[in-house]
């Protein structure tokens, strides 16, 4: 039983590019709640939100995809 390693890099790069996501969507939203103010409040907010979701999503598959290489499957 051996590991598909094309699906392996494949799962991290997706990893990597989930990781800078999952710290800029946090600050984001902390931005836009610090600058209620702001009439681009809404925008942030909604682009944090946004960037968010999509780090769970990249970190889902890339986690997905090695499980698959790993396990043969």
Not at 28 to 34: K, P, Q, V
Not at 37 to 65: E, M, R, S
Request: charged fraction near 15%; proline fraction near 3%.
């Amino acid at each position: 039983m051996s590991t598909n390693k094309e699906l392996l890099s494949k799962g991290i790069k997706k990893l990597a590019l989930a990781l800078p996501l999952l710290f800029i969507g946090p600050s984001l939203i902390h931005n836009a709640f610090i600058n209620k103010q702001n009439d681009w409040h809404y925008l942030v907010l909604g682009i944090g939100i946004a960037t968010c979701v999509g780090a769970v999503y990249l970190a889902f598959l890339g986690f997905k995809i090695m499980m698959r290489s790993l396990f043969n499957d």
